[in-house]
């Protein structure tokens, strides 16, 4: 089967397209960057395009089956007029060629963030109250606005499904998202101290076989919400630098008196253009939502690994890779994409 992923070079698409590949199926690679990690095989073809150029996506999706939509922009801040165009009018133009070029389905992958993390008692299934209000930050209401941007497109014929991934890690990962990028450091032996709290964490590699699982089962116009495992950030921290036999985190810092810092510490990080430490970063650690994947385990047959898998491996990748710096792995292991389960 002939498919197309916009993003393709990115912490997911890489992912995806190792998946679609090894499934067997022909690839149209969209991005606008040509990194040096990318995938090159017979079954692979990469095309540059933009998101906002409906006909030459429209030329790239010529004989696709399914497009799955990747293209975001991750922002932690409250306002981003960038990142607001990117996931709303980028969804609806990639929906809008993907329908003028009549392709059989889209796939969209959309966020947790969608949902209103904070409204929902602690509890989120696809029945949850959505990110609405103008107080959230931007990526949290940007994510709802473009479902809504696709299920208008959807009304005029296009066959559409959400998948909501949680926080993603894990291995492949060429140029380190937010939470690997932590993850690296703490295997380092370099985080004495680390925010408390938790939040649910998937693997890439089983989001990519979500959104393929998605693509195949889902139902037209259904969001799937594709979590992992509750993970406390402070213990994955502890267990990447025993598994590299550095120094470990000794303590876990109290989220109300972090909260409390933030109003002086926020600006002082955005003068050095991070985003890091935020509201919106401490808000979602504060939340610490209990995710219901009931729904993408009975209709799609989605099967998340465990946290304790996934660290091993995110250890045995960076030093594989050349991004761990001096860390390695005590146990010699080595990283093995084999390893990922198959499908239900």
Known sequence: ???????????????????????GHDVVAIDHVSPAHRLDHPQVTWR??????QDKLAEAFAGVDTVYHLVAMITLKQKDELAWHVNTDGVASTARAALAAGVRRFVHCSSIHSFDQYANDGDIDET?????????????????????????????GLDAVICNPTGVYGPVDHGLSRINGMLRDGAQGRVPLFPDGTFDLVDVRDVAIGLTLAAEHGV?????????EQVRLFDAMRTVAGLCGRFR????IPLPAIKA???????????????????????????????????ASEQLGYRPRGSAQTLADLVAFLA??????????TSGARFDPVLAPEPV
Do not use: H
């Open 1 to 23: 089967m002939k498919v197309a992923v916009t993003g393709a070079a990115g912490f997911v698409g890489t992912n995806l397209v190792d998946r679609l590949v090894a499934d």
């Open 48 to 53: 540059s395009a933009d998101i906002f150029d």
């Open 128 to 156: 949850c109250a959505r990110s609405e209000d103008p107080k959230l930050p931007v990526y949290d209401r940007s994510k709802w606005a473009g479902e809504q941007a696709l299920r208008e497109v959807a009304a005029d």
């Open 220 to 228: 037209t116009g259904e969001n799937y919400l594709l979590g992992g």
């Open 249 to 252: 985190a000794l303590a876990a």
């Open 261 to 295: 810092i933030v109003p002086i510490v926020e600006p002082l990080s955005a003068l050095f253009g991070s985003d890091l430490v935020s509201r919106a970063s401490i808000a979602a650690l504060m939340a610490q939502p209990s995710v219901d994947i009931t729904k």
């Open 320 to 329: 594989e890779s050349g991004q761990s710096g001096s860390a390695r792995p």
